[in-house]
Structure formats: C-alpha cells, structure tokens
C-alpha cells in the first residue's frame, strides 16, 4: 500500500489482463476482516464472498483476492508482523470511532462507503496520543516493570488497565505468542548462559 498524494486514490486494478473496479472503503475492508473470523465459514466461502464484497465485476477470479490484500488492504509488511498486537479494528470500534470524532471531527457512520482505505489508515496512523485509541494502544503496549518497593501500586493499576483493555485472540494467535515467547526466554537464558 502506498498513499501518492499526487495521484488519485486507486479504485480498480488490472489483473490477469482484465480490469477489475473495487470497493476499498473502510467498512468494505472492516466487513472483510470481519468475514475472515467467522468460523462457521469454510475458506472458499469466505474467498468468494470477500471478492463478492470487495469487486464491482462478476465472476472474479480466486486469485485476484491475493493481489487486492497485497497490493490494497495490507497496513504491514509481513517483516512487520510479529510481536503482540496492540489494536484490533474490529475489537477497537468503539475506540476508533470516538478518537476520529474528537481529533478530526468525523464520524465514522456518516463516512460508510465514502471514506477510502488509505484514507482511513493514514488518519488512524496520524491519530493523535491524546485519543482514547492512543491510549489503548500505549496501555497494551506498555512492559510491566520490575517491581520494587516504589512501584508496587503502579504495577496493580498497570495489569488492570492491561486485563481491562486486552485484545480477545485466537487460538492460533494463543499458539503463535506462546512459540514467541518459548523463543524469547530461550535467548535470555542462552545469554546468560554465556557471560
């Protein structure tokens, strides 16, 4: 995904030879994302009601979903994408919505099927550090220190704020986050093994 002020915001893409008109509006992308977590939904359904969502024409091939995410939908680069996660937007709606009311004015409701992709994650990604989102986001995102006699309340007000605002995860999120952290203990103790 790269947001170019100097042309116009994409609103098809040629693949395969063809040219294909796409729905990239944030309640498109959210719907999509929202899509790939039902779990009564086998792959191929959600593959082809994800294209059904996300392209104009019929008849769009399987493939084409690949190259929409890649090229479109994706906010990270798959380097990028280890560690704890510290938003969800699905989970965060809440946190979304009042953070684009207080720091820009928008109303997220209002902007259903108006308000591109790129436009959205540029403005959630500029959001400012005194919106509740920011907030959040730091609260998840901040390490339980160490404790010592000074900082004992700090720690219990920390870990409740953690449990209060904590992202619900999937089972295979549970399982990633589990090997990550065996591979994290296992450096610290490699470490210390050799000095």
Sequence with gaps: MT??????LPKETVFLGKRWKLRLSFDVILRVFALY?????????????????????????????????EEYISITKKSDRKGLKCFDFLQDGAYLYASFLMDYGIDLTQECGRLHWWKFVALFQGLSERTKMREVMRIRQEPIPEPNKHNG?????????KNYYALEISQEERE??????????AQVLKARASS
């Design 176 to 185: 990633q986050n589990f090997r990550s952290g065996i591979a994290s203990l």
């Design 153 to 161: 309340k700090y720690i219990e007000n920390l870990i409740a704020l």
């Design 3 to 8: 947001f170019d002020l100097t042309s116009p």
């Design 37 to 69: 977590r039902d779990e009564v939904l086998y792959g191929s359904e959600k593959q082809a009601l994800a294209l059904a969502l996300l392209v104009e024409n019929s008849n769009p091939p399987t493939e084409l979903l690949e190259h929409i995410f």
